[in-house]
């Protein structure tokens, strides 16, 4: 992996639950990293439910190793939210990560 591979700017978003003034819970969703990624898509399908056709697609996220990265968070890349279903350190080495994640688009 070179350096210049990593020239997309992605979000690593994390869902927080605070208390307000008032002693209620919200969730709120912050940005938990900006990074340089490598994007790639890795496979598309379609599929009917609701009688509509659904679109899933499913992207790779190349990144610098980063720690406290977690499946529940989302990945906004392109003013899309993507759904992190796995991370991926290859061999342990702890200097690049996948982050495979998927988006379901209404077709």
Known sequence: MQAGDLKNKIQILKTTVTTDSDGFQKQET???????AKVTPTQGKEYYQAAAIQAEN????TIRYRKGITNDMKVQYNNQIY???SIID?????????????????G
């Open 30 to 36: 912050v940005v938990f990293a900006d990074c340089w």
């Open 58 to 61: 499913d992207v790779k996220f």
């Open 90 to 106: 290859f061999n342990n080495q702890h200097q690049y990560i996948d982050l495979v994640c998927e988006v379901i688009t209404n």
């Open 83 to 85: 759904d992190i279903k």
